[in-house]
């Protein structure tokens, strides 16, 4: 397998794969544009598929982490076809090469306690290649990392992301424009609430100091109900609905 960087100068003519077509693509896009100058790394199959890891050096991460030093991966993704064909060691093997090349402490990236849960690492195969639990959140998720020097102070999840809670009542969801489903799937959780007079309020992340101060170890997408953490999985229209007792 062939794979291809994505950078600002060929991200008008290159599909990326989480993304989907039109607005969501675009939102993706600006997203990655502006965040190329801080360190991000996008590479793709060459093939079409969601097969694809995207990595930014920890301290420009959109995460309410402490790993200066380290290399923090925002989503590595084989689905589909895509699958058993040993694509994503490949894709992790040239972030650890990459971030060994830049001095790096080492590598890090969110999974999950026991099974693997929905825009999280599977913690079985990053356990297999070597990572380890770095800390852990009160919302069953974790922070793994792969150091290079045994003596390198492991990643620590800030309190915000380690101990989740707000002091609202009724639903919140936080998000960023990071994952491009977010764009197509929060509009419509609102119209919803909206028709089931269901209390629930918005909050988009767009800058880099309010996703690190987020109070959930989950920027992209963070679901609340009465001040405790429900999910980061991002939720649709119906999915929302049945978590609010609406029976369709």
């Given at each position: 397998?062939?794979?291809?960087?994505?950078?600002?100068?060929?991200?008008?003519?290159?599909?990326?794969?989480?993304?989907?077509?039109?607005?969501?693509?675009?939102?993706?896009?600006?997203?990655?544009?502006?965040?190329?100058?801080?360190?991000?790394?996008?590479?793709?199959?060459?093939?079409?598929?969601?097969?694809?890891?995207?990595?930014?050096?920890?301290?420009?991460?959109?995460?309410?982490?402490?790993?200066?030093?380290?290399?923090?991966?925002?989503?590595?993704?084989?689905?589909?076809?895509?699958?058993?064909?040993?694509?994503?060691?490949?894709?992790?093997?040239?972030?650890?090469?990459?971030?060994?090349?830049?001095?790096?402490?080492?590598?890090?990236?969110?999974?999950?306690?026991?099974?693997?849960?929905?825009?999280?690492?599977?913690?079985?195969?990053?356990?297999?290649?070597?990572?380890?639990?770095?800390?852990?959140?009160?919302?069953?998720?974790?922070?793994?990392?792969?150091?290079?020097?045994?003596?390198?102070?492991?990643?620590?999840?800030?309190?915000?992301?380690?101990?989740?809670?707000?002091?609202?009542?009724?639903?919140?969801?936080?998000?960023?424009?990071?994952?491009?489903?977010?764009?197509?799937?929060?509009?419509?959780?609102?119209?919803?609430?909206?028709?089931?007079?269901?209390?629930?309020?918005?909050?988009?992340?767009?800058?880099?100091?309010?996703?690190?101060?987020?109070?959930?170890?989950?920027?992209?997408?963070?679901?609340?109900?009465?001040?405790?953490?429900?999910?980061?999985?991002?939720?649709?229209?119906?999915?929302?609905?049945?978590l609010a007792g609406v029976k369709l």
């Amino acid at each position: 397998m062939n794979y291809i960087r994505i950078t600002k100068d060929n991200i008008d003519q290159e599909h990326i794969c989480c993304a989907m077509s039109g607005k969501q693509s675009n939102l993706k896009k600006e997203w990655m544009i502006q965040r190329f100058d801080e360190g991000l790394v996008f590479y793709r199959s060459e093939e079409r598929g969601k097969c694809f890891i995207e990595y930014i050096p920890a301290e420009n991460a959109w995460v309410p982490i402490e790993a200066d030093g380290y290399i923090y991966i925002n989503c590595l993704w084989i689905a589909g076809s895509m699958k058993g064909h040993g694509y994503s060691n490949d894709l992790l093997n040239e972030c650890i090469c990459d971030a060994k090349a830049q001095g790096k402490k080492g590598v890090c990236i969110l999974s999950s306690e026991g099974r693997k849960k929905e825009f999280l690492s599977d913690p079985k195969y990053m356990a297999y290649k070597g990572f380890t639990d770095a800390d852990r959140s009160d919302a069953g998720i974790t922070l793994m990392y792969l150091p290079f020097d045994i003596s390198a102070a492991p990643p620590r999840f800030k309190t915000c992301a380690k101990h989740p809670k707000i002091y609202e009542n009724g639903f919140v969801i936080y998000y960023t424009d990071q994952c491009p489903f977010t764009y197509y799937w929060v509009p419509r959780v609102e119209e919803a609430a909206k028709e089931y007079n269901i209390p629930l309020k918005v909050i988009h992340i767009t800058d880099k100091a309010a996703a690190q101060n987020a109070p959930a170890p989950v920027t992209t997408y963070a679901l609340f109900k009465d001040g405790k953490f429900l999910t980061q999985a991002i939720q649709s229209d119906k999915k929302f609905l049945a978590l609010a007792g609406v029976k369709l």
